[in-house]
């Protein structure tokens, strides 16, 4: 028979067993995602780390320099001007993909006939490859043909002039990514119970009042995800600007990845581009973890 105390609970020695155990299913469970995570994620990114303190290209590795890459990066007009223009890429495409993504969402919600083929119409772009997605709004966007130039009239370069070219980027990119906002929050609508609803239309509620205390307070958390997904996925540009702009024109399209790209692949400086690299990570991070406090201060007040 197996021992136990006068409680009628496990005796210490089998409870300190029975966690022992279950730490070590834990480890079992949890070890394919550690060996992912340090091999694909943890290992490249301290190598990284230890390429950004060396003079190195991309064929060999040269003197341990210290921090010298940061000092000249801290100096870089080229860097500072990418990440302005990543910055201001987030700036046109975090909150009109969050909040286009809920207009959709709770659209599609709302119609009873039709639903299916109005969610597959809006989420069908996400699916595409940035190439074809480039070539799409590249066709939309030329000056002679193009489908843009027809509606507004005129032959303007979008692609090709430095105010709108970044905008014209962005609006592609919003086209072809906001589908998966509207799948994150009409999974979320799905999730209301539906006697809330019923419950405040009785007591007179207009739509308005549902959504403000209801459906809204419901989504907030969501709402906050993807902003922050919306956040990272921003400062990732590279594709778009790459194949649309080339960076152009006059560089006004260059981000800090294409940067980082030209800094290795064609200057061969890949010391520096490391260099590029891991500020950058400090850079996201830093943003992210302050979205999210704030977020949290206005989920906190009742925002």
Request: charged residues 10%; aromatic residues 12%; glycine residues 8%.
């Amino acid at each position: 028979m197996k021992t136990l105390s006068m409680t009628g609970k496990a005796a210490p020695g089998q409870a300190s067993r029975r966690g022992a155990s279950g730490a070590g299913a834990a480890f079992l469970m949890l070890a394919p995602f550690l060996f992912v995570f340090v091999l694909f994620f943890l290992a490249p990114a301290l190598q990284t780390f230890i390429m950004s303190l060396t003079e190195s290209s991309l064929t060999r590795t040269n003197a341990f320099i210290g921090l010298a890459n940061y000092a000249t990066l801290m100096h870089d007009p080229a860097f500072w001007n990418s990440l302005r223009h990543t910055l201001y890429f987030a700036v046109l495409t975090v909150m009109p993909l969050a909040v286009l993504g809920l207009v959709m969402a709770m659209l599609v919600d709302h119609f009873q006939r039709g639903r299916s083929l109005l969610q597959a119409s809006f989420f069908l772009p996400f699916v595409l490859p940035v190439s074809v997605m480039t070539l799409i709004v590249d066709w939309m966007l030329h000056p002679a043909f193009g489908l843009v130039n027809h509606i507004v009239g005129g032959e303007r370069a979008w692609l090709a002039d430095r105010d709108w070219a970044m905008p014209a980027v962005a609006l592609g990119t919003i086209w072809w990514t906001v589908g998966f906002n509207m799948l994150l929050f009409l999974a979320a609508l799905r999730n209301i119970p539906a006697d809330l609803y019923e419950a405040a239309t009785l007591d007179g509620a207009n739509r308005l009042q549902l959504f403000r205390h209801i459906t809204w307070p419901a989504l907030r958390p969501t709402f906050g995800m993807a902003l922050i997904l919306q956040l990272i996925a921003s400062f990732k540009i590279f594709g778009q600007t790459y194949i649309l702009t080339g960076g152009g024109p006059f560089n006004t399209t260059r981000v800090t990845l294409h940067y980082m790209y030209e800094t290795a692949f064609v200057q061969s400086d890949a010391g520096y581009a490391a260099a590029i690299a891991m500020a950058f990570v400090v850079v996201v991070t830093c943003l992210s973890l302050s979205q999210i406090g704030i977020m949290n201060w206005l989920g906190r007040r009742g925002g």
